[in-house]
């Protein structure tokens, strides 16, 4: 899901549950953005770089970054203590949100529990995210679904491929995919366990300390293990290239499954793990600009 781990910026604070990413614009309702699979939200600076002429931009993060609190192990506790970090920027709806791969199902559990409360979500820009905890058919139940999860297969060796350091990509990866492959082709399949080191690909991933690759674990289960309700949602969903392998084989990749609201699907050129790369990050900004500047303004400024 992470091409590497994130590495730290120059922010104040970056370990808080709550980091400012820009706020050059104070007269519009600020994009709240959930933390990725690192459990923080700084991945998001370049990005936020891109929107700041457009929009403020807050990153959530997990709790339990400084140290001291635990990492909630269930992610409708996490949407609460995420709402509260919210309400101190912007006290009422509607709220916009965003997440970046399973950050999306972050979103997703945050717009559930605000809609508990009797908020409205008017913007949700999922950024190649699949709907996690959904229940999909097997892509051998339909030839389309088949022949998009071979699409997905061979793009993705491809783009290994094209990357460099091709073996060493593919050993890295190779055992989990496999795994995860088979537990959505073959429905006896044992559920296989995502070990978080699995999901960066650099070699860097090894010196990861123990203690932060626990709290990241921890925080990958909650994702994994939430189960969604369906929500009167609409969703704006900007994803790359070929369908996520977590995903229902389909262009919208299974959100049709988690909303009942419209879905607006939009493909961009890119790879995965490029969504948020510093070279990268302009074209996603883009289309999301584009949506965030639609939204029904609001004369009132947030400090």
Request: charged share 25%.
């Amino acid at each position: 899901m992470l091409a590497q781990l994130p590495k730290l910026n120059d922010m104040t604070d970056s370990k808080a549950p709550l980091i400012t990413l820009a706020q050059q614009r104070a007269d519009v309702r600020p994009l709240f953005v959930a933390p990725t699979i690192s459990g923080r939200s700084r991945d998001y600076s370049h990005l936020a770089e891109q929107l700041n002429d457009t929009v403020p931009v807050y990153g959530l993060q997990m709790r339990g970054l400084a140290g001291g609190d635990k990492v909630y192990d269930n992610l409708r506790d996490a949407a609460e203590y995420h709402i509260e970090r919210m309400r101190e920027i912007q006290p009422e709806g509607p709220y916009s949100l965003a997440g970046y791969s399973a950050g999306g199902t972050i979103c997703l559990a945050i717009a559930e529990a605000l809609h508990d409360q009797g908020e409205t979500v008017d913007l949700m820009l999922m950024l190649d995210a699949v709907p996690l905890g959904i229940e999909i058919a097997s892509p051998l139940g339909s030839p389309r679904r088949l022949w998009r999860w071979g699409c997905a297969v061979v793009g993705r060796i491809a783009e290994l491929y094209a990357e460099g350091d091709f073996f060493l990509s593919m050993i890295k990866r190779s055992k989990s995919v496999t795994l995860r492959l088979w537990t959505k082709i073959w429905p006896f399949a044992k559920k296989h366990k995502i070990d978080v080191r699995d999901l960066f690909t650099q070699s860097s991933s090894s010196d990861l300390p123990a203690d932060e690759a626990a709290r990241v674990q921890t925080h990958l289960d909650t994702i994994l293990n939430f189960q969604p309700r369906r929500l009167p949602l609409n969703v704006v969903l900007i994803r790359g290239r070929y369908d996520q392998l977590e995903g229902s084989f389909e262009l919208d990749l299974g959100w049709n499954l988690a909303v009942t609201g419209d879905i607006q699907v939009e493909v961009i050129s890119l790879q995965h793990h490029q969504f948020l790369f510093k070279n990268r990050v302009q074209l996603l900004a883009e289309k999301m600009k584009a949506h965030l500047n639609a939204r029904v303004s609001t004369s009132r400024a947030f400090d």
